[in-house]
């Protein structure tokens, strides 16, 4: 623990003695209660800092500087999703980004999120599932890229990137063009893999009150067969504030049954079957609280996560979250052995 706040203290030391630098960030103590499939239980607490740096460089260059720190103590030598790098000081993002009238490039270890879908994002390479409902946006995969975003008047762009640190053949080449038409943001892209390539459409919009997305792509690997993986998706707000979220998700790569499993735990694929639903509801009780629950269900197995969530602002930058994680399945399912957890998160921003 001396550790963590030793290093917490050097990074705000080191913030406050550079001028024009913007600092914020949180943090974060999660306790954790872990339920395993075969009945064994662990407990856990795990502490995360985060820090924001953004130091201007004249007019048009920003310094982007990120690193996190988690500590995790725990009663079982079992891994904690979210949770790597434990107890090291992690640079997650750390890049340079020059903005000009004509275009903005972004050089260094980035985020970058294509696509419209909510859990499922089959045009983006580098995030295409995310446990969107219990992960947070700054604990997705980042990449070391060359990225170059340029406008075309008020409602067009271009997306170009290239990813860097790799040999010529295992490097990851996109680009994606942008535009809005109507109600609607549509866009197309492709994306060169290094052992494959795909071409991808998404469009985002509203169609009859309710908030629409789509994503479609065509994926072809060296030396397999070519498949379709497809995201369709709404929202909804109801009268009384109730929020409606659903989506479902087609992967042309998964199986009814036989599932590669070798596969998965290789993390060469995400997902193992091919009908995915997920839906959740949402509801403000108040100005301070809010309850939300979800699931998401492999429709070829019946097996399913389920992810009721409350959060209470306590402060104007001190929040509390109750959630918990459920999972059910026959025998053999994708998520039968998934377990269940119970989490308490007090999180302070600055």
Not at 139 to 159: K, Q, T, Y
Not at 327 to 333: M, N, P, R
Request: charged share 20%; proline share 3%; glycine share 10%.
């Amino acid at each position: 623990m001396k550790a963590f706040w030793a290093t917490a203290s050097l990074l705000l030391l080191f913030a406050s003695s550079v001028l024009a630098v913007d600092l914020s960030g949180y943090y974060e103590n999660d306790l954790l209660g872990l339920i395993k499939s075969d009945g064994g239980a662990t407990i856990g607490d795990l502490s995360r800092l985060r820090l924001r740096f953004d130091a201007k460089v004249g007019e048009s260059l920003v310094i982007h500087l990120e690193p996190r720190y988690y500590l995790l103590f725990k009663s079982d030598p079992v891994s904690v999703a979210g949770a790597s790098g434990i107890d090291q000081l992690v640079w997650d993002r750390i890049y340079l980004k020059y903005y000009s009238t004509l275009f903005n490039l972004t050089a260094g270890k980035q985020r970058i999120a294509w696509g419209s879908g909510y859990i499922w994002n089959p045009t983006d390479i580098f995030n295409p599932f995310v446990l969107s409902f219990a992960v947070k946006e700054e604990d997705e995969s980042n990449v070391e890229a060359i990225r170059c975003e340029a406008p075309f008047g008020p409602s067009a762009a271009l997306d170009l990137y290239l990813t860097t640190g790799q040999p010529w053949g295992e490097t990851k080449k996109g680009v994606r063009a942008r535009r809005t038409i109507g109600l609607f943001d549509l866009a197309v892209s492709y994306v060169d893999f290094g052992s494959g390539d795909q071409a991808g459409f998404d469009a985002v919009g509203e169609l009859f009150g309710f908030g629409v997305r789509n994503e479609i792509t065509v994926k072809r690997p060296v030396g397999a067969t070519h498949y379709i993986q497809s995201v369709w998706g709404w929202d909804y707000t109801l009268e009384n504030g109730i929020g409606l979220n659903m989506e479902y998700y087609f992967n042309g790569l998964g199986k009814k049954d036989s599932y590669d499993w070798a596969a998965l735990q290789g993390g060469t694929i995400s997902q193992l079957a091919m009908d995915y639903l997920f839906f959740s509801v949402n509801k403000n009780l108040d100005e301070l609280t809010a309850l939300r629950g979800s699931i998401l269900t492999n429709l070829d197995d019946s097996s399913f996560i389920l992810y009721p969530a409350l959060t209470r602002s306590l402060t104007e930058d001190l929040d509390l979250s109750l959630e918990a994680m459920f999972s059910g399945g026959k025998s053999g399912s994708e998520y039968e052995n998934v377990g269940t957890l119970l989490l308490a998160r007090v999180t302070r921003h600055f």
